[in-house]
């Protein structure tokens, strides 16, 4: 018998026949071989993320996307096969860091025919294939859909059986106009940061984005010398503190605590830094977690390829960093960023700059107000000379030129008056900082926290569905809580520089009964976090 005769009975079996008996390992079997079938005729690359039991609530928990679908099937099932190449027309657009249309809309599937999934697909009442949901990706996290409920955030998608007719409804849903023909950085689809100030809450993750970015600029140029080491440890101790996503403070705080074993200061005097494909020791560590980078923006993307991004997520960074010291912390804060800047930051021209501006500061900054505002002072400057070489060198991104910050759309309560002919501008710095507190503070960090406030949803259930279901790890309660102790260790690490920073003027009893304060804080901290993961474990 042929091959070709036997991959066509084979087809033919699959499509007949519901293996939800068979193990998971054997259902992933057959959707690899549906899969090599349908590669022959087709783009094999898949744009649309599968999810199951395990990691369905995590990825939507954490993703930037606004909105997401969801497409339950059965891989068994010739309509949804049939269906795949539309379903893929349209993730291609959103989804994957070549997305035409980052950070919008997540595409996802889920295959009902795995045993795994069958809870799962139990929970959003599945009884036809395909079936596409749509809602906010926090809505299905933990949640449920019935027919006949009411007032649901969730909506099945009835008009979506073509690549057309799926994009179509999504354009109605959020006002846009996007096209199955649409390719990256050619369209105006984009949105002004101008007049919306709730915008800034998408740029948490571009925070996330320019600080992994940064990292593995740093370990692929092998930046980390004798002479870097110092200022290099000076940005973590700020990031571990202050770093907006919490994903980044943990990370860099797991950075901090191995720093001296990963970059030992003799072997960097010996200037014999270990190579690993180019990242040395440091590659086995992600700063921000998994999948941090993504390879894309959302905030901070150009209208052009070449404008914005990384640089622009790296001053959100900056700011978001300035608006979150307090008085006794920054001037630490601030020589920590200079050096940065000055010894890791690889555009040699803008370093130069923003080095100068630096080198400027008569004083020491000791109030977090006058950090504040030095930052966004000289971020104005910046734009101020950029704004003339971009126009000479016709450069400007049309769709988010240089501005001076913020504009009046934002703040109007900042500007005092404002001189059209010679753009002089007196400023109200009382409302100039109160604005950048929050926006740079509460407003960039709100939809992280909203997401952040479901990482605890995973469901006991859903937890014994794990370990019936798949050949998965559990980890002891005795290693949960040897990892609660380190997770606790790290944010001690954190409030105790801090402390360290704040009371740098303390002198005589206050310094003697510092220590006390510290080991009976941490011990607290740490007894309160072990305690929480113990009671999670035993489901209390």
């Known amino acids: 018998m042929s091959g070709a005769i036997r991959i066509v009975i084979l087809s033919l079996f699959l499509g007949s026949f519901d293996f939800s008996s068979s193990s998971s390992s054997a259902n992933m079997g057959s959707r690899s071989i549906l899969r090599a079938i349908d590669g ?9 993320v599968d999810l199951n039991v395990t990691n369905f609530d995590s990825v939507l928990k954490d993703t930037p996307a606004t909105f997401a679908v969801v497409e339950f099937f059965a891989h068994w099932c010739p ?3 049939n269906y795949k190449p539309h379903y893929e027309k349209v993730a291609r657009l959103f989804n994957g860091p070549d997305a035409v249309h980052p950070g919008i ?14 809870k799962l697909c139990d929970r959003f009442s599945v009884g036809q294939y395909p079936m596409l949901f749509w809602g906010p990706p926090s809505k299905f996290v933990g949640g449920v859909w019935e027919p006949k409920q009411e007032k649901s955030e ?27 023909g649409d390719e990256k950085f050619e369209n105006d689809h984009l949105p002004s940061n101008v007049s919306d100030p709730g915008q800034i809450a998408r740029a948490v993750y571009d925070v996330e984005e320019a600080t992994a970015t940064a990292f593995d600029i740093i370990l692929e140029h092998k930046m980390i010398k004798s002479n870097t080491r110092a200022s290099l440890i000076k940005f973590l101790q700020i990031l571990v ?3 907006p996503s919490k994903r980044c403070r943990k990370g ?3 950075i901090l605590v191995n720093f001296d074993d990963l970059f030992p200061s003799d072997l960097l005097l010996a200037n014999k830094q270990e190579e690993n494909d180019g990242h040395g020791p440091l590659g086995t560590f992600q700063i921000c ?5 993504r390879g894309y923006w959302m905030f901070c993307r150009g209208s052009k390829n070449d404008t914005r991004g990384f640089s622009c997520g790296l001053w959100v960074l900056m700011h ?21 800047v000055h010894n890791f930051f690889v555009c040699e021209e803008c370093r130069q700059h923003f080095y100068d501006m630096c080198s400027s500061v008569s004083g020491p900054l000791n109030k977090t107000r006058d950090f504040v505002l030095w930052l966004w002072s000289a971020h104005n400057k910046v734009n101020v000379r950029l704004i003339k070489e971009e126009a000479s060198l016709e450069t400007v991104d049309p769709k988010f030129p240089k501005m001076i910050w913020p504009p009046k759309q934002l703040c109007p309560s900042c500007y005092r008056s404002h001189n059209q002919r010679n753009n002089e501008i007196d400023w109200d710095k009382d409302e100039v900082f109160k604005f950048l507190t929050n926006y740079y503070g509460k407003t960039l960090v709100s939809l992280y926290k909203d997401k952040d406030a479901l990482g605890n949803l995973l469901t006991i259930g859903a937890l014994e569905d794990l370990v019936a279901s798949t050949n998965a790890v559990v980890v002891p309660v005795g290693a949960a809580l040897a990892i609660a102790v380190a997770s606790c260790a790290f944010g001690a690490l954190a409030c105790y520089w801090r402390s360290q920073q704040k009371s740098q003027e303390e002198t005589g009893t206050k310094i003697a009964l510092k220590g006390n304060r510290r080991r009976n804080w941490s011990q607290d901290c740490c007894k309160e976090e072990t305690n929480t993961l113990s009671r999670r474990i035993q489901g209390g």
């Not at 809309?105 to 069958?118: E, F, G, P």
């Not at 969730?154 to 996007?178: C, E, H, M, P, Y």
């Not at 978001?320 to 940065?340: H, M, N, P």
């Open 79 to 81: 309509a949804c096969r």
């Open 241 to 243: 503190a202050h770093h």
């Open 105 to 118: 809309v997540l595409m996802t599937r889920v295959d009902c025919a795995a045993k795994i999934n069958s």
């Open 40 to 48: 022959d005729n087709g783009d094999p690359r898949d744009y649309a």
């Open 252 to 254: 860099s705080a797991e």
């Open 289 to 293: 977690g998994k999948n941090v980078p």
């Open 320 to 340: 978001s960093l300035s608006v979150r010291v307090e008085d006794g912390e920054s001037q630490f804060a601030f020589t920590a960023i200079c050096d940065f």
């Open 154 to 180: 969730l909506r099945v998608i009835n008009d979506g059986r073509t690549a057309d007719q799926l994009l179509n409804w999504i354009n109605k849903q959020i006002g846009s106009s996007f096209s199955l």
